[in-house]
């Protein structure tokens, strides 16, 4: 039926070399960049194994830059998208009991895979689903999986979603291989107990699985457990106040067990309407354990640039409308 289900696919492939890479770090404006710096060996060298994706804006100071070498692979590509959209509400003409909760139902799928491969033994050179990430012939490959499944998403009282996302990335680099997964499923449930206060809940399950050739210090595989209770206030449409609740506890499938556990209690407020301008607020609590060393690249991925003990994060972010084609943003972030 129109509108019950959406289909959009499509595929590309072809052949030819690809370059091995190197990458550096290079510094840019404070703040403006991507990547922070930690000093592990505490030896002043800035090293490639010691740049981390920053976790706070402060720290985002350094830029990834890719350079070419000279050395070439053949490799066969291949590319594929796809997205499908069921709708059962618009499938589902009949009017029992059971159809009635069927068509409470909607689902959302996206698939996106890109791969490079230098063999094409039994066709894999064209095929986009073979997978086998330790595969030494896949050489480059980014993949994403998302798939959202609703129940009851048009209701002004309460609904409830199943999401699960996948990603894989490999890169090939004169060093040698690096290459991530990540897999999480996660349940989200609204519940409005008035046009003025709603409780949202999520409980997430993660998996998270880093390996690199060259920098072993740099392999992990993660574990996690989290869920968060967000309690918010609305009055009209100028004012929103929210109480959350995060607890979370990561464990690293090594040899020393690393474990880490969160405990955030955190207020966010937003302001809008002050002559066409908006005033967002957080205040966050954090309590974290650990019983790793932390200044290892796990203890950063572990405590999400954190300490252990107790921490302290805010923000303030101001943003005003001066003219219809221009907008100004004033904003500050702090931690202890």
Not at 51 to 73: G, H, R, S, W
Not at 82 to 100: C, P, R, T, V, Y
Not at 166 to 186: D, M, P, V, W
Request: one cysteine or more.
């Amino acid at each position: 039926n129109k509108g019950g289900i959406n289909l959009n696919t499509s595929y590309e492939t072809g052949n030819g070399r690809e370059l091995r890479k190197e990458y550096v770090f290079l510094e840019t404006t404070p703040g403006q960049g991507v990547y922070t710096w930690i000093d592990y060996n505490k030896n002043g060298v800035k090293e490639l194994n010691e740049f981390e994706v920053a976790q706070f804006t402060d720290q985002a100071n350094y830029i990834k830059v890719l350079l070419p070498t000279n050395t070439y692979i053949k490799a066969f590509t291949n590319s594929f998208t796809g997205i499908l959209a069921i709708n059962a509400s618009q499938l589902i003409k009949s009017e029992n009991k059971f159809a009635k909760w069927c068509k409470k139902f909607s689902n959302q799928f996206a698939l996106k895979i890109d791969n490079k491969i230098t063999s094409n033994k039994n066709g894999r050179g064209y095929n986009p689903f073979y997978s086998a990430i330790a595969d030494t012939s896949l050489i480059i490959t980014n993949n994403s999986l998302r798939n959202n499944l609703s129940y009851n998403k048009s209701s002004s009282v309460w609904d409830a979603d199943y999401l699960y996302t996948k990603t894989q990335a490999k890169n090939l680099l004169n060093s040698g291989y690096e290459f991530r997964t990540k897999e999480i499923h996660a349940i989200n449930t609204r519940v409005n107990f008035s046009s003025q206060f709603t409780l949202v809940v999520k409980g997430e399950s993660i998996s998270d699985n880093n390996k690199s050739e060259f920098f072993t210090s740099r392999n992990f595989s993660l574990a996690s457990q989290q869920i968060t209770s967000t309690f918010s206030y609305q009055y009209q449409s100028t004012f929103n106040a929210s109480l959350i609740y995060l607890f979370g506890n990561k464990t690293n499938a090594s040899e020393l067990k690393e474990r880490a556990q969160q405990n955030n209690i955190g207020i966010e407020c937003r302001l809008s309407g002050i002559k066409k301008g908006n005033l967002n607020t957080q205040f966050h609590f954090i309590n974290l354990k650990y019983n790793g060393a932390e200044n290892t690249p796990v203890a950063y991925e572990m405590l999400e640039g954190l300490r252990t003990g107790i921490n302290t994060t805010w923000n303030v972010n101001y943003q005003q409308n001066i003219s219809k084609s221009l907008q100004i943003t004033i904003g500050y972030e702090g931690r202890k």
